[in-house]
């Protein structure tokens, strides 16, 4: 068994060497008999829930000694009362895993009043990202040609989880392509938002990749959908590219160039696509707290570096949690670097907008 | 046919892979741990799932459905425990089970109240499962027709459910359960995000009100106190008269009661979007409507519990309608049990529309699993009914700090937060003064429940609508005015007719006797000032974000109204009018030999001493004291019971991997768990 376990071990390091080139592997500490709390600032219920059940067990394996991962859920004021939480802890013993998604993201970058927690103080360690696809009704859709230039009359209804949630990306690509879409507030997750589309009281609806494939393709293929644009993915260099998952289908980039009125540079640009890194190439991170000694680190980037290189992992990960890009070490601070810097003047203009679009403002009342 | 053969195979291929005996020992292995947890109010299916989640990944998919079905079918059969001896609603399944249960413990019946509740629980299982057998390979278009217009009309139902349970004076039930309705609306706006009493410096407030802590309050919490006061046993009756024999023939004899609300129960449920907290409202209300003398409606009417019980049981089957064809989640441990379904065997099991297509034999094991963990959770159940039923002849003031134990720590469950437990005593208190002056709790607990859906579904029909009628008046009354909604709208203002003329004779409370003019007058005054607060704080909503303002703002001011009326008629009417009820004029409260503040002090110091030295030290603290204090044992007997109840909570919450609440002792120092 041990030795089954180091060969492993050695086999790990070296993808692990390769992949982090930038990163010296060293002997790890003996974590066994240890218990892991990773804490998720959400319900069980949610995508993060699935997310960090799904990694748990394998982080458990990866991870030498393999000490036990226990996922924690701590809900609250939409994620910043965990992540709040989370800033006030301190290294201990590395036994503290924390997990933050686009929505923590989001009001971080926002400027909520309620967020106490800083992302520079916190060492990534592991990051996945989603992509997201945009489709319309039958009807509609039949008006699409690759730009927006027959939808700009048409009245949209859009089934949505709040202006400044994920949906900020959706409600402000097409605002930018310059059609009409009223988003109807409090449903209570995008499943609710395809319900809405199906019932026909929605005519355009998104979804990320993985509800797209499991839930969405039915219905295009049925007829009653016409898909419309993904948000694309990002290259080695932050551009936006196809995302691979629908290489058939064109980004938001390509309709909006196409478009007339629309533009790939600017304010409005510039807002879209920092909110878009920090809401979907990077949207899940894990964390260790401030003050992490670097060898912790490091054996948990191994650890998930060991994780990614499972002969099985693309298989696995596909059906449970989706096709998502898995960032580690080097690449998972890039992740984080991309999706917690935005310009001001981006910033600005989101907050502006909202402002005018939704009347919604995130001051003290 | 084609129905037919379609699932006739599929069928055979399920009974195949459910009657293994490994299968059937997994199964029965879930349905105990279930009913253990089911046991503790406020933890329900969620904590359970979130247990076996670990076990989940790479198993065997039959093996773990059955595990996980078992767990969660039996959740809605076992909180009847608390519900029914406790008076303690175990989860939104279970409130209307209260209103009869709990009087019907009272007269020393428990164990008829049970078997009663627990026949119907499997009789609704049982046809909830017959029926989506068929009903499932159908079920596509009938939940697409269910748009906003309609569910806001059910939701409207449920709200009209308010006409029965209103109590002597109608008005007075509407208050109440304007009042429900604008507790519901405490928080973050789902439209705008605008705060409503609420601030930003108490984050806790901003996610608003749990319904756990809200059922705990409004129910459990007065009729502790209450009992506690009295110093007797939760039964009046030393000797336990009604078999567990009787409660199944109580069953039977209302048969058909039972299928009704089995029905109602499966079509609620498989509504996506509702959930089942309006299900047993609206079985209950119509099992007051279908009996002929409704004056022991509240008193311990059988009735009351066989309806109630038929539909949540049935509900469960129901909702798996959206969660299998939509991969929906009906509710929170449908979603979790959506998640874990996706860790099973390689993963090639997806709940959704595929489900029906490829993996229809899966999908029928889990609702006949589902069906088959009614039964033999059922049968265990009745089975230690007539031996659990005896805790109702202890002294209660030997079982009221374990209570106050068990609802303080399942209230923290729902935000993991001291709030939580502030929160419990604020709304217990609410429901100490709502049952004292006769004020509709159920009223106040069904506005609180359909709070949000009513003011959601109201927003987006109303913003649907409007873009219809923009395209044209005939599509836009199309939309509003569909067969299913017109259909709706008849049977609610049937319901509020009839509902009206009969909740004079429907005393949730009793009789309760009329006094002094003071105190009423006090509480009154009260409530009307925090309408007042909460409708002049939604006033200072801006415009610009009117969705968020209306609902709270029209509410508060038809409440407020019917309040003005009730202060006119307070003016005008002697003290002996129905209007200044008081049960501490007459009655068991009046002659208990315990102050009510003094009591209530106890619970109090709890809540306190949790601030300061966490949960564990506290309640230590508070076991110790209780015991040799307020029931005078011996210290050795004291400490023996704390030492039992300490023990109990922390293997509970070891096993279930949960925190405790910290104080401030916490902050300041490290300590070990359980004293965290």
């Known amino acids: ?156 209804i859009y089934g949505s989880q709040g202006a400044t949630r994920l949906d900020l990306v959706p409600l402000l690509a ?31 609806d998104y979804q990320t ?26 290259d080695a260099n932050g551009n936006i590219v196809r995302d691979p998952t629908f290489p058939d289908i064109a980004t938001f980039k390509e309709v909006c160039e196409a478009t007339a009125g629309c533009e790939t540079k600017g304010d409005a640009w510039d807002a879209w696509k920092a909110f878009f890194v920090a809401g979907f190439p990077s949207q899940k991170i894990a964390f260790l707290p401030r003050g992490t000694p670097k060898e912790v680190i490091d054996t948990y980037e191994t650890a998930f570096a060991k994780v990614k290189a499972r002969p099985d992992f693309a298989k696995i990960s596909a059906k449970r949690v989706g096709k998502y890009p898995m960032f580690v070490g080097a690449e998972a601070k890039a992740a984080l670097g991309t999706a917690t810097s935005v310009p001001d003047k981006a910033k600005a203009f989101v907050t502006g907008w909202l402002k005018e679009a939704y009347g919604v403002s995130l001051k003290k009342k | 046919m084609e129905l037919l053969t379609a699932a006739l195979p599929a069928l055979g291929e399920a009974a195949n892979l459910i009657f293994q005996p490994v299968v059937l020992g ?12 089911g046991v503790f109010p406020g933890l329900g299916g969620i904590a359970g799932l979130s247990l076996l989640l670990p076990f989940m990944f790479g198993m065997e998919p039959v093996l773990g459905l059955a595990l996980m079905i078992g767990m969660v079918a039996v959740v809605p059969t076992s909180d009847t425990f608390a519900s029914v001896l406790m008076g303690i609603p175990g989860s939104s399944a279970s409130q209307a089970t209260v209103l009869d249960g709990f009087p019907l413990a009272r007269k020393g019946e428990a164990a008829r109240a049970l078997s009663a509740a627990f026949s119907s629980s499997l009789f609704g299982g049982l046809v909830g499962a017959t029926f989506l057998t068929f009903f499932i390979l159908a079920a596509r278009p009938l939940v697409l027709a269910f748009g906003l217009p309609e569910m806001l009309m059910v939701t409207i139902l449920g709200l009209s459910m308010v006409a029965i349970l209103a109590g002597r004076i109608a008005l007075k039930g509407l208050a109440a359960a304007g009042l429900g309705l604008l507790v519901g609306t405490i928080g973050e706006a789902d439209a705008g995000g605008s705060l409503r009493m609420a601030t930003y410096d108490i984050p806790y407030l901003t996610d608003g009100l749990k319904l756990v802590i809200v059922g705990l309050g409004i129910f459990a919490i007065p009729e502790i106190v209450s009992l506690l006061r009295q110093d007797k046993s939760i039964s009046s009756t030393a000797t336990l008269g009604g078999g567990w024999l009787d409660g199944v023939r109580d069953w039977f004899a209302n048969i058909w009661l039972s299928v009704r609300c089995s029905m109602i129960g499966v079509a609620v449920g498989v509504i996506p979007g509702l959930g089942g907290s309006v299900v047993d409202w609206i079985a209950y209300g119509h099992a007051v409507q279908t009996t002929k003398d409704k004056s022991q409606f509240g008193k311990g009417e059988i009735r009351g519990i066989v309806g109630p019980e038929s539909s949540n049981n049935a509900k469960e089957g129901g909702g798996l309608v959206p969660t299998l064809l939509f991969g929906i989640p009906g509710s929170g441990s449908m979603a979790v049990f959506i998640g874990a379904v996706a860790l099973l065997g390689s993963g090639d099991i997806e709940v959704g529309p595929s489900m029906l297509k490829n993996n229809l034999d899966i999908t029928y094991s889990i609702v006949w699993l589902l069906a088959l963990a009614n039964v033999v959770g059922t049968l265990l159940c009745i089975a230690a009914s007539g031996g659990i039923a005896r805790l109702t002849t202890i002294r209660f003031t030997l079982v009221a700090p374990f209570l106050f134990m068990l609802i303080a720590f399942a209230a923290f469950q729902s935000g993991q937060d001291l709030f939580d437990l502030v929160a419990l005593f604020a709304i217990g208190l609410i429901g100490i003064f709502l049952r004292r002056f006769d004020w509709s709790r159920p009223a106040f607990l069904i506005g609180f429940v359909l709070s949000n859906p009513a003011e959601t579904f109201t927003n987006q029909a109303y913003q649907i609508a409007a873009s219809r009628f923009r395209r044209g008046f005939e599509e836009g009354i199309d939309y509003i005015f569909s067969p299913i909604v017109i259909v709706l709208i008849v049977v609610t203002v049937v319901s509020i007719f009839f509902g009206i003329r009969q909740a004079k004779s429907i005393q949730a409370e009793g009789d309760v006797q009329s006094g002094s003019k003071r105190a009423p007058l006090i509480f009154l005054l009260l409530f009307t000032a925090y309408l007042v607060i909460a409708v002049v704080d939604a006033s200072t909503i801006p415009d610009d974000v009117f969705t968020d303002k209306v609902f709270p703002l029209t509410v508060g001011s038809i409440s407020v109204v019917c309040c003005l009326y009730l202060l006119f008629r307070m003016m005008t009417r002697p003290e002996t009018d129905t209007i200044f009820a008081d049960k501490e004029v007459a009655g ?23 601030a300061v030295f966490g949960f564990i030290v506290a309640l230590a603290l508070f076991l110790l004291a209780f015991f040799r204090v307020r029931a005078g044992l011996e210290w050795a007997w004291s400490a023996l019971l704390t030492a039992a109840g300490i023990a109990f909570m922390c293997l509970v919450a070891g096993l279930l991997n949960r925190d405790f609440p910290p104080g401030l002792l916490q902050s300041l120092v490290e300590l070990p768990w359980p004293l965290t």
């Open chain 2, 588 to 610: 068991e409260d009046a002659e208990a030999g315990r102050g009510l503040w003094s009591t209530l002090a106890w619970f109090a110091g709890l809540l306190v001493l949790s």
């Open chain 1, 174 to 204: 097409w605002r930018m392509l310059g059609m009409k879409v009223e988003p109807v507030f409090g449903i209570k997750g995008r499943g609710d938002g395809r319900l809405m589309f199906e019932r026909g009281e929605a005519n355009i």
């Open chain 1, 209 to 234: 990749s993985s509800a797209y494939l499991s839930g969405s393709m039915p219905l295009v293929k049925a007829g009653t959908a016409v898909p419309m644009m993904s948000w694309g993915a990002l």
């Open chain 2, 26 to 37: 997994y199964l029965v292995l879930g349905v105990v741990m279930g009913l253990a947890i």
């Open chain 1, 1 to 156: 068994m041990s030795s089954k376990r180091s060969s492993l071990r050695h086999v790990a390091a070296g993808i692990g060497a390769t992949l982090l080139a930038a990163l010296p592997v060293s002997a790890a500490a003996d974590m066994s008999g240890k218990t892991v709390q990773w804490v998720i600032p959400f319900s069980e219920t949610g995508g993060s829930a699935k997310w960090a059940n799904f990694f748990a067990p394998l982080l458990s394996e990866a991870l030498p000694g393999k000490p036990t991962v226990v996922v924690k859920f701590m809900p609250g004021a939409g994620s910043t009362k965990g992540a709040n939480w989370f800033q006030r802890q301190k290294h201990k013993d590395g036994t503290l895993l924390f997990g933050s998604s686009g929505s923590t993201q989001f009001p971080y970058l926002l400027g909520d009043p309620r967020v106490r927690y800083e992302y520079k103080d916190w060492n990534p360690v592991m990051a996945t990202g989603t992509g997201g696809v945009a489709y319309l009704d039958k009807k509609s859709g039949a008006r699409f040609d690759g730009t927006a230039n027959k939808l700009k009359d048409i009245e949209f």
